[in-house]
């Protein structure tokens, strides 16, 4: 599976953005589907995970009331909307597959796409 993050961009404190990942080259609707972030010097940690037919969603706690994953098994793609952004949100963002976990581990995720930045401006 590819897959190819899109949607990135500066935004103001309060703003908000809308992610995509598209997915290619496999069954998309196999897939759980999860995003990640990266800041500067920090590791890369989980934001949220969507299960296969996009019924459940967690998400860290960080971010949980302010951002909502979606799917679209028909389009192959994977949906962040981000509200209520804050500076602390500046990070690289990435989508990840995982075949069988429903996960917040990254670990779990075979398939990764390439990042989109987000830089969230106070």
């Known amino acids: 599976v590819q897959l190819q993050a899109s949607g990135g961009g500066l935004v103001q404190a309060g703003g908000s953005l809308r992610l995509s990942c598209a997915a290619s080259g496999g069954t998309f609707g196999n897939y759980y589907m999860g995003w990640f972030r990266q800041a500067p010097g920090k590791e890369r940690e989980f934001v949220g995970s969507?299960?296969?037919?996009?019924?459940?969603?967690y998400y860290a706690d960080s971010v949980k009331g302010r951002f909502t994953m979606s799917r679209d098994n028909a389009k192959n793609t994977v949906y962040l909307q981000m509200n209520s952004l804050k500076p602390e949100d500046t990070a690289v963002y990435y989508c990840?597959?995982?075949?069988?976990?429903?996960?917040?581990?990254?670990?779990?995720?075979?398939?990764w796409g390439q990042g989109t930045l987000v830089t969230v401006s106070s």
């Open positions: 969507i299960s296969r037919g996009g019924g459940s969603t």
């Open positions: 990840a597959a995982s075949r069988d976990y429903y996960s917040d581990s990254r670990i779990q995720y075979e398939y």
